[in-house]
């Protein structure tokens, strides 16, 4: 069955330093999406992305946030100057339409220090 | 989006049905019911949507209300690898566009050998 892919699994950065979290979505799929999750926290909406442009975005994705999809198969995060409060569990999913569900990738652990 | 209520937590037995409801009594006609499941961990998986009419799947099978304001998922015999948070989610969705997902607090279902 086909599946996203994360990487890294975990990644641990210093406060203020940038990363990029990279995901590969299922290949026939037209939409993107991030999402994290707090430690004991609810999943949280972050960005969805359609045709090479950010359909919707919520309240977390300030500035500091930004996405990409380089060369048509990776679909990538990036935070600019990492805080404490961004460490998380960041999952990456794509659907083939807006009707259908998505599918999730399993995760990156992102630790900020 | 319309908002969901579920109890927090359920128990069943190993090989039992898992019966899970959801109130949604502010649904507009546009809006679909989905559900998603999270094991401990690991990213969201979809189970299954339905817009009025009842839906079965490999997984589960969706039964909605005629008023459409509940709707109970049932997984038919459940096994210890069901256990995990089920989220029932209600939003408008078309082919066009993405959609974000408000994932609440959820049912945490235990099966039990």
């Known amino acids: 069955e086909p599946e996203v892919t994360q990487t890294p699994s975990h990644q641990v950065t210093q406060m203020g330093q940038e990363v990029i979290l990279r995901c590969v979505p299922i290949s026939n799929h037209l939409y993107f999406y991030w999402y994290r999750q707090i430690l004991g926290q609810k999943v949280e909406f972050l960005v969805s992305f359609y045709n090479n442009e950010i359909s919707e975005k919520s309240e977390i994705f300030d500035d500091q946030f930004s996405v990409e999809r380089p060369d048509g198969s990776n679909f990538t995060l990036k935070i600019r100057s990492t805080k404490l409060e961004d460490s998380a569990m960041y999952f990456c999913?794509?659907?083939?339409?807006?009707?259908?569900?998505?599918?999730f990738g399993s995760g990156t652990r992102l630790t900020v220090v | 989006d319309a908002k969901t209520t579920q109890p927090t937590s359920m128990d069943c037995a190993e090989g039992r049905a898992a019966n899970l409801p959801c109130n949604h009594s502010t649904i507009s006609g546009n809006e679909y019911v989905y559900w998603y499941r999270q094991i401990h961990s690991q990213g969201p998986q979809y189970i299954i949507h339905?817009?009025?009419n009842n839906e079965t799947n490999e997984m589960a099978s969706l039964i909605i209300t005629e008023d459409r304001k509940s709707s109970t998922l049932i997984l038919p015999h459940a096994t210890l690898r069901d256990t995990a948070v089920y989220y029932c989610i209600v939003r408008v969705a078309n082919s066009n566009s993405g959609y974000a997902l408000n994932f609440g607090k959820g049912t945490s279902l235990l099966v039990t050998p």
């Open positions: 999913a794509s659907s083939r339409q807006g009707i259908y569900g998505y599918t």
């Open positions: 339905g817009l009025k």
